[in-house]
């Protein structure tokens, strides 16, 4: 019998040439994980105002700062969110559709990004206790974005640059990043220039001003705006030809769809599909023998090197505030006003940003399609092994003050390797090694064991980085193992990375149905 890669709408898909609607798309796309960058990484840059704001204790030497339980709670609510989001808009993608779900998911961001600053009351259990709320939804429209906006740009780019097509999505994550540093930076530099106050430890009453409330708010709310402006092209995308030809089984609607979007005419084939359709070998489950045979160690894969980066890399960057501040780069809290904080911190996330991670993202975009998937992840991680350890075993050397320069540098490079390596690619290669009808959910799944691996970062640093020396821990803090030793398991985790980075296939050159057994041979293997 023929198979689905035999189909014209698909051979069309996979032969394009790289055309206009290639990089609408990407744009449609990438402006959500613009939205998502900003929203998940804003709030590192607001937690020490938020301390100051609710949890100034009179007559400490040190400003106000969250509670462990609080802070855990508002780094990590958007996180849980996002995890519970990855796994249910990834079935709903294969079962609905990408394009009828991925209205809901950003309209769902939109509304949560606002409603984040508008949390409600002024007393600080009311306030946590909504901003932790809405930024649980916040998360939970951005877990949706994941495995939608990678399987709609995979199903929609053609085999030979469809890793720099999904990369290049996910490369709006740096921009997100840089965006979110840049409006802190401006937020504060417009207050503190127009509210005058003195450090904390000249006055530490008037060091926080009343007006230093609306900067956090300002920051979270405006990650809304670039979404918006996407929301009418998303809801023009049509559905992609493989979930209505594969999934849905109407290749004649996926033919007169591809057809407007390529600009030529394509042949429907509706009998081939009804005949791939009834084939049984064709209808496998995720939790069938089959599945397991086929793509199971491919799941492992992708679920386990999501964990073990997203442990490092969210680890690092809702952390980067504390490791400036442990070297001296950002001055002691004390020495300076409440918005000026917020000024040094996103100075400095910024200046990481726009020298190392922004860069190793579009590196990615650029090379993966001709070093490959599986070159890029392996090379990475083991970069981000040695840097770690570069950090860890001198830190002694390094926090020294004529040293600090240098560590900043070993740590941006960290974050090169991360985003030139398994940041992006563990986006990209769930996207394109499981069956249509599965895609969604597989890199749902992936997604969210990434996301378990943050939640054990943030979580977990938020402790591991304590000082050893209980005179020196963060109020309400137990003690730690210190930012030395931290960085040490960081870079063990990193070497785990490398190891099951083996259990990946590389699908560079290959069609979307070659990867994933949907073609004639597979079919044909299993009915002899």
């Avoid at 294969?94 to 984040?116: E, F, N, P, Q």
């Amino acid at each position: 019998m023929d198979s689905s890669t035999n189909l014209h709408v698909l051979n069309a898909l996979d032969g394009a040439k790289t055309q206009w609607y290639h990089f609408t798309a990407i744009v449609i796309a990438g402006m959500g994980f613009f939205t998502d960058a900003y929203d998940l990484f804003c709030i590192s840059l607001v937690t020490k105002l938020l301390g100051r704001i609710y949890y100034y204790t009179e007559g400490s030497p040190k400003p106000g700062s969250l509670p462990p339980q609080v802070s855990a709670a508002v780094n990590g609510v958007a996180l849980i969110g996002t995890l519970a989001g990855q796994l249910f808009f990834g079935w709903l993608g294969d079962k609905l559709g990408r394009k009828k779900v991925y209205g809901i998911t950003l309209m769902l961001m939109c509304l949560c990004s606002i409603a984040s600053g508008l949390s409600f009351g002024s007393q600080p259990k009311g306030v946590m206790t909504t901003l932790c709320f809405f930024r649980f939804w916040l998360g939970f429209g951005i877990g949706g974005d994941y495995p939608l906006s990678a399987t709609i740009m995979s199903e929609y780019s053609n085999k030979k640059t469809r890793g720099a097509f999904i990369a290049a999505v996910f490369a709006m994550q740096g921009f997100g990043i840089l965006g979110g540093g840049v409006f802190a930076i401006l937020m504060a530099a417009i207050f503190d220039n127009k509210f005058r106050a003195p450090p904390y430890e000249v006055d530490p009453v008037k060091s926080t001003v009343p007006e230093a409330d609306y900067v956090w708010r300002i920051v979270l709310m405006v990650g809304a705006i670039p979404a918006l402006l996407t929301y009418y092209w998303r809801m023009k995308m049509p559905e992609t030809a493989r979930f209505t030809a594969l999934v849905a089984g109407d290749a004649k609607k996926a033919a007169s769809d591809m057809s407007k979007v390529l600009q030529v005419n394509i042949e429907s084939e509706q009998e081939k599909i009804d005949e791939v359709m009834e084939d049984s070998n064709f209808k496998y489950g995720l939790f069938s023998k089959q599945f397991a045979k086929r793509h199971g160690l491919h799941l492992i894969g992708t679920t386990s090197t999501w964990f073990l980066l997203d442990i490092a890399f969210y680890s690092q960057n809702l952390f980067q505030k504390d490791i400036f501040s442990a070297i001296g780069w950002i001055p002691p809290a004390k020495t300076m006003n409440a918005i000026h904080e917020v000024y040094k911190i996103a100075r400095a996330q910024t200046l990481i940003a726009l020298c190392s991670t922004v860069p190793g993202y579009w590196f990615t975009v650029f090379l993966i399609d001709r070093i490959g998937r599986f070159t890029i992840q392996l090379i990475g991680f083991a970069m981000m092994t040695i840097f770690m350890f570069v950090l860890a075993f001198p830190y002694n050397y390094w926090i020294k003050p004529e040293h600090n320069i240098g560590f900043v540098v070993f740590y941006s490079l960290t974050f090169f390797f991360a985003n030139f390596g398994p940041n992006a690619t563990t986006f990209v290669v769930p996207a394109e090694i499981f069956p249509a009808r599965l895609r969604s959910t597989c890199h749902g799944i992936s997604a969210a064991s990434g996301k378990l691996g943050a939640i054990v970062g943030a979580f977990g640093f938020l402790y591991l980085a304590q000082n050893k020396d209980p005179a020196k821990t963060d109020h309400g803090y137990p003690p730690g193992i210190g930012v030395k030793n931290s960085l040490i398991v960081l870079g063990v985790i990193n070497l785990l990375g490398t190891l099951c980075t083996f259990l990946v296939p590389e699908s560079k050159g290959k069609s979307l149905e070659e990867m994933s057994g949907e073609n004639e041979e597979e079919i044909g293997e299993t009915r002899a």
